[in-house]
Structures are given as structure tokens and as C-alpha cells.
């Protein structure tokens, strides 16, 4: 490739975060400043954007001479490209401001810093020059997902979701579905709370741990920054970005700016590269995030946004009718004792703290919040009179499960604790038995314990 | 000034960290490069033996002309960095003993670089062997440049 044809255009791989850039300037007296810069951006085919975060030094530099020096590194074929800048000035508003803004607030989000690590300004700097440094072959490029399966996959998945009779199965068939049509291996999909602050696993697939009920809160990590901005988020050198993230991280905790962070055991794989994040939406409304993670290097692009938004939107659809056919549900009939369960021999062990609604089965951590503190009610009216057969209905007026009085997320609740208890095997099931109904199943006798 | 005796400060800078090298023209044009080895010749009077790229002469007469010199150090793991700031003294006649530094150096940077990212070692290789000619600098002061609100502290004997 010869330098004097390059333009900033077919640099663009070099901007996606894989390898860091490295920028160096000079003070008006000639003292050299170098270091790595977090982000990059294309600002047109003659311009580039650098995110100032904490480049002071550099910043006050360009300030006095505004000439500089810019390594870029293609991670695909490791060309190296050595680019002469001249800053023209500093933006902290418009549009390319606000790219860059949501790329820093990405790599913030990733390790819980949305707080304190902002994006001050954009400086504006023009290539005077590009040099080619090192100059390597580039393999050819992988064919995009939809190339591979076509729209028809798509369709077939739609048809297949839109046959599902509740949201607990609709989700299973969509998450099956994405990795039997459409190859996305690594799947799960989260749901907003009643207060609207945090995500909570409702399922997964494809992943070492299914995290089931596992939580986060909206505006933390990719999924949180999709809920956050009501618009989908990738993330495509997740390890480059998580130790950059990390690294920012330890330094504000030296300063006392944020304190340690939360392991959060969402579903996850062990080695993520690639993350995408859809948000479910309906009438403007945030239901939930369906989220994609591969071990690939920038594995998603804008069809994958496409894809995923679609199969999102139908999952949120659903949930929005489920809630609407339980508003409008007959009333519950009176509870009616029945028979004991069948094996009376076995004993199970129920804890609940009411502080924050968690659950222990036979002393093993079951669920917490919400959904604990329904599972607790169940588990009354079963020991106190036998009750099986339940109806959503008559749980929205149960007072001790402080659900909001309007738009409660009762239904996906339930939906969180079956797969909960199915996850890990427990003594306790729940089958829905028709619109608004449900039976809970239980293989031995109850001991409930309460600790205040 | 950093303790450039202090072991684990020697451990650092002589380990596979990513070393970045800024020289400035006379014009104060600065100039963005990469160095293949490093080792602390002499702590007390903080002299470094850099093996700068062959096919950067910019950077190489810099040096050569005694101007400014900054040179970051960044582990390739956790991003903690440190730069110091100095003048080029000399270039020096390369050596065996500075291929066999550069080669040791190479491998142990890609190696961090691919246990960390995961690159296909292969296509990394490419960036292995370069020719390289090894300089004396001389550094007077040393920063933090790990990313984050410490980024340009001074470091100095004790807060190293």
C-alpha cells in the first residue's frame, strides 16, 4: 500500500479499541509527552477526535504546540501507521462529542464508574501525514452472519417465537433459536425491575454457569448501557476495554473516589470478546436487554444490532401482552385446601430473610428480592392451608410482597422463579396452569423459617 | 527521581512491558516511536540503553542530537505505567548481546500481548526480530502514567 493513497477511511479497523493508540506531543519548551490513548475517532476522511478523559499533560501540550505524533496499530493484518497531527480545537458538545461520549461512558460502565469517569472534551486534531511504519498482508474477511444464514433464519425464528404461549417459553425458544438458525452461541436475556434501576437474569444459554436471577444495574456493563440509553451497545475488544476499565478502576479507588466493586455472577463466558446488547422495547417502554457475547474478536456488527433488536422487540411484545392478560384476568378464586404432596418423608428446609427477600433451600442460596418474597407467600399459604393452585391475581394483593401498584413485572417474577428453581434442582417447582394461574409442586414437607 | 536501582522498579522496565519512545525535532515536532529492550545501565546517574527501530532515523537523530526524550513503560496486564522524561546522550555500535536483548524482549511483550488478548501468535511474529540500534539516554524524572486521576504524578524515591 503506498502512504501518499491512504485516507483516515481505510485506517478504520485501527479506531475499533483492540490495540490502543499511543500519542506523543511537546511542550512549548520541547519537553515530549507520550502515552496510550483508550479511544480514537474518525471524525471525517482528514480528522480525528481523541477523548480526553485525564490526558492533561497532553491536553496543556497541544494547547502550546499543537503538532503531534499518532502510532496506530491494524489489529487484523499488525500494520503500523505513524500519523502527524496538527489539533484544530476542542469540542465538549455536538455530535461528535457525544460519540465519543458513548464510548467513554462504555468502557465506564464496564467496571461501575459511570460517576466519575467522564469524558471532558473531544480534541479535534487534522492528519497532516501518514506513514506506513510496518506493512503486513490482511487475511480475507469472514462472511457476516446473515450472508451465512439468510433472512429466511430470521423468519423462521419470528414464526417460531410467535407460536410461544407465554414469555417463559418464548424466551427459551428465542435463545434456542438465535444459536439453531442464526449461530449466536452465547445468549441470555434480562429483564427491568419494578423501580426501573436493575436487570435481573430471567434466562440463559450457551453459557458455563446459567446465572439465572443474577443482577446488575441498569447503566452498569454493556447490557446495563443498553437499558440505560434505550439503544443497542457493542463492545468488541471486551478484554482490551475490561483491563483499560479496570485499570482506571484502581486508580480512582486509590484516590478514594469510588469504593471496591461487586463480582456480579451474571451468565457469562469465560474468556467474552465480543458483547452485544438489544434493548426489548414496547411503546417506548423498556421491558428488558437481550444480550450476545461471543469469544471472537469483534464478532458483532450492524446486521447483528438488526438481528438481535428484532428478536428483542417480539420477547418485550410478549411481555406487555402477558401483562395486559393478566390486568385483565378474572378475579382468584377462593383458595381451596388440597391434598398433601406425595413424598412426605423428605423434608425441606425454607429460609427467608425479610430484610431483602432471600431465599435458602435446604441451606443453599435459592433467589433474593421479589421474587424470594413470593416464593415465601407461596410457601405460607401452602403449610397454612394447603393452597396449591394460585392465581397472579390474588398475589398482587398480598401486601408483603411490596409490589408497586402500578406495572409490578409480577409475571416475569414468576417466570424468573421457575427457572430459578428448575436451575438448581429444587424440591419446589411452579407449572403455570392457564392465563394467570399457576400450581407449585413439592416433593416433601415444608419448614419454613424466618429470620428478622 | 524513581529509584532506578530499586529491583522491582529494574524487574519492571527489563519485563516484556510496552516501551514507547517520544523524541522532538528541532522544529518541536514530536515524534511517536517504539523501543525493542531496555536496561538500566546506570541507576545513580539514570542512563538507559533503549534498542531503538533501525528504519526510524527521525527518532534516531533525535537521539543522536541530544534533544528531549520522553519514554513511557506500560505492562501489557494491567496498563501501570511509568514515564520518564530525558535527553538522548549517545547511539551506540549494536551488539550481540543487544539482538539477544531484543529477542528476549520480543518474545516476552508478544507473549504478554498474546496471553492477554489472544492475537494468533503467528500473525504477532510479524512484529518479532526488528532491526534495532541501541542509545544511551539519560532521565531525570519519572511520572505515573497509569490511566486515571494519577496520570502525570510525579514519582519520586518515596512514592514510588
Not at chain 1, 470478546?273 to 469483534?298: F, H, N, Q, T, Y
Not at chain 1, 438481535?308 to 390486568?327: F, G, H
Not at chain 2, 538500566?40 to 526510524?56: I, P, S
Amino acid at each position: 500500500m503506498n502512504a501518499d493513497d491512504l485516507g483516515l477511511r481505510d485506517l478504520r479497523r485501527c479506531f475499533d479499541g483492540r490495540i490502543p493508540a499511543v500519542v506523543a506531543t511537546a511542550s512549548a519548551s520541547g519537553v515530549p509527552n507520550i502515552t496510550h490513548l483508550s479511544l480514537v475517532h474518525e471524525v471525517d476522511n482528514e480528522r480525528l477526535a481523541l477523548s480526553n478523559q485525564f490526558m492533561s499533560k497532553t491536553s496543556r501540550n497541544v494547547a502550546e504546540n499543537p503538532q503531534a505524533s499518532l502510532l496506530l496499530v491494524d489489529p487484523v493484518s499488525f500494520s503500523e501507521y505513524r500519523l502527524i497531527l496538527r489539533y484544530e480545537r476542542t469540542d465538549r458538545r455536538g455530535p461528535v462529542f457525544e460519540r465519543l461520549r458513548d464510548d467513554v461512558d462504555k468502557v465506564a460502565a464496564l467496571s461501575g464508574m459511570r460517576d466519575v469517569f467522564r469524558l471532558r472534551s473531544a480534541d479535534i486534531f487534522r492528519v497532516e501525514s501518514i506513514e506506513i511504519v510496518r506493512d503486513f498482508d490482511v487475511p480475507p474477511a469472514r462472511a457476516s452472519r446473515l450472508q451465512n444464514a439468510g433472512l429466511t433464519a430470521c423468519a423462521d425464528l419470528a414464526a417460531r417465537m410467535s407460536r410461544c404461549g407465554d414469555l417463559g417459553a418464548m424466551v427459551t425458544v428465542a435463545l434456542e433459536g438465535l444459536d439453531e438458525l442464526l449461530a449466536y452461541r452465547h445468549s441470555s436475556m434480562m429483564l427491568l425491575d419494578e423501580q426501573g434501576q436493575r436487570l435481573f437474569t430471567i434466562a440463559s444459554h450457551g453459557f458455563p454457569v446459567e446465572g439465572v436471577g443474577s443482577e446488575i444495574e441498569v447503566g452498569d456493563g454493556v447490557a446495563g448501557a443498553a437499558a440505560l440509553t434505550g439503544r443497542p451497545v457493542r463492545v468488541g475488544a471486551l478484554h482490551q476495554m475490561q483491563r483499560y476499565s479496570d485499570a482506571v478502576r484502581r486508580a480512582f479507588e486509590r484516590e478514594g473516589a469510588v469504593g471496591p466493586g461487586q463480582d456480579i455472577p451474571l451468565p457469562t463466558l469465560d474468556h467474552p470478546e465480543s458483547r452485544l446488547a438489544a434493548p426489548a422495547m414496547v411503546k417506548g417502554e423498556l421491558i428488558g436487554v437481550l444480550v450476545v457475547e461471543s469469544p471472537l474478536v469483534v464478532a458483532f456488527d450492524d446486521e447483528d444490532e438488526a438481528v438481535l433488536t428484532m428478536v428483542a422487540t417480539l420477547i418485550a411484545q410478549m411481555a406487555q401482552l402477558e401483562r395486559a392478560e393478566q390486568d385483565a384476568a378474572d378475579p382468584p378464586a377462593v383458595p381451596q385446601a388440597v391434598e398433601a404432596v406425595a413424598d412426605e418423608a423428605a423434608e425441606v428446609h425454607v429460609r427467608f430473610f425479610p430484610e431483602d427477600g432471600s431465599i435458602f433451600l435446604d441451606g443453599n442460596y435459592l433467589i433474593r428480592g421479589v421474587a424470594g418474597r413470593v416464593l415465601w407467600s407461596l410457601v405460607q399459604r401452602h403449610v397454612a392451608t394447603g393452597q396449591r393452585e394460585f392465581a397472579n391475581k390474588e398475589l398482587r394483593l398480598d401486601k408483603s410482597l411490596d409490589l408497586p401498584g402500578f406495572r409490578d413485572n409480577l409475571d416475569t417474577r414468576l417466570v424468573l422463579l421457575k427457572r430459578r428453581l428448575e436451575e438448581r434442582e429444587a424440591p419446589i417447582r411452579i407449572e403455570r396452569t392457564g392465563r394467570g394461574r399457576f400450581r407449585i409442586d413439592i416433593a416433601g414437607t415444608l419448614r419454613l423459617e424466618a429470620h428478622d | 527521581m524513581i529509584d532506578l536501582d530499586d529491583q522491582a522498579t529494574k524487574d519492571f522496565l527489563h519485563s516484556g512491558c510496552a516501551l514507547l519512545i517520544s523524541t522532538v525535532g528541532r522544529n518541536g515536532q514530536p515524534r511517536a516511536g517504539r523501543a525493542w529492550g531496555l536496561t538500566v545501565v546506570d541507576a545513580e546517574a539514570g542512563v538507559l540503553r533503549l534498542l531503538l527501530e533501525a528504519d526510524d532515523p527521525v527518532t534516531v537523530a533525535n537521539v543522536r542530537a541530544g534533544n528531549a526524550i520522553a519514554v513511557t513503560a506500560t505492562c501489557v496486564t494491567d496498563f501501570q505505567s511509568i514515564q520518564f522524561k530525558g535527553r538522548g546522550l549517545t547511539v551506540e555500535d549494536l551488539t550481540p548481546a543487544d539482538e539477544a536483548k531484543r529477542d528476549q524482549y520480543s518474545a516476552d511483550f508478544l507473549q504478554d500481548v498474546y496471553l492477554v488478548n489472544g492475537y494468533p501468535m503467528d500473525v504477532m511474529q510479524r512484529w518479532a526480530g526488528r532491526p534495532v540500534v541501541p542509545c544511551h539516554v539519560v532521565v531525570d524524572s519519572a511520572f505515573d502514567q497509569t490511566p486515571g486521576p494519577s496520570a502525570g504524578v510525579a514519582i519520586d524515591r518515596g512514592n514510588a
